[in-house]
């Protein structure tokens, strides 16, 4: 069955670095493009970055536009999240998602917690 | 940037009861929108994609329909199990956007 597994979170410093990491298995994740959804406590949910599957395309929301970046290691099953200059308002669960057209499989998420 | 209208942002209901939920796109998105559903912890789970497609393992007492900027996603004879939130989004343009979340509660 389709799994993924994230990992990385934890609590960091305004202005510091800290990567994300989603392990992939029960499908064929070179196929499929992927994304980054995070969800702030108690907020609605935020698209963060998303890659196609030959990391050709990457898009980002502006809020991180310059600091985040995904990527992608297709022989490890394995997306990443490179997230830079990390602010207070960065705080949440990130959630790694297969993309399907739509989102059809979601992460259990990390929580990513930025403060000083 | 497509922002996306949801209401209400919560509903109270019994169980048995049928429950709708509308989300309004500010510009039209042919049929690229989805319906979420959320319990308290958990990630978010896929319930409608294409607007009107149930996904697989999904039960048919939910359904969504619309197209353009107007869609709804409606819940007949309400389960104990649905009792959660419900999040909209358009998968048309980047940025991907999604509605503000209705939370649907036991009255």
């Known amino acids: 069955q389709v799994q993924l597994v994230e990992s990385g979170g934890g609590v960091v410093q305004p202005g510091r670095s800290l990567r994300l990491s989603c392990a992939a298995s029960?499908?064929?994740?070179?196929?499929?493009?992927m994304k980054w959804v995070r969800q702030a406590p108690g907020r609605g949910l935020e698209w963060v970055a998303y890659t196609s599957y030959d990391e050709t395309n990457k898009y980002y929301a502006d809020s991180v536009k310059g600091r985040f970046t995904i990527s992608r290691d297709n022989s490890k099953n394995t997306l990443y999240l490179q997230m830079n200059s990390l602010r207070a308002e960065d705080t949440a669960v990130y959630y790694c998602?297969?993309?399907?057209?739509?989102?059809?499989?979601w992460g259990q998420g990390t929580l990513v917690t930025v403060s000083s | 940037d497509i922002q996306m209208t949801q209401s209400p942002s919560s509903v109270s209901a019994s169980v048995g009861d049928r429950v709708t939920i509308t989300c309004r796109a500010s510009?039209?998105?042919?049929?690229?929108l989805a319906w979420y559903q959320q319990k308290p912890g958990k990630a978010p789970k896929l319930v409608i994609y294409?607007?009107?497609t149930l996904q697989s393992g999904v039960p048919s007492r939910f359904s969504g329909s619309g197209f353009g900027t107007d869609f709804t996603l409606t819940i007949t004879s309400l389960q104990p199990e649905d009792f959660a939130t419900y999040f909209c989004?358009?998968?048309?343009?980047?940025?991907?956007?999604f509605g503000g979340g209705t939370k649907v509660e036991i009255k």
């Open positions: 294409a607007a009107s």
């Open positions: 998602v297969r993309v399907n057209t739509f989102a059809d499989y």
């Open positions: 510009q039209p998105i042919n049929s690229w």
């Open positions: 989004q358009q998968a048309n343009h980047f940025p991907l956007t």
């Open positions: 029960g499908f064929h994740f070179s196929g499929y493009a």
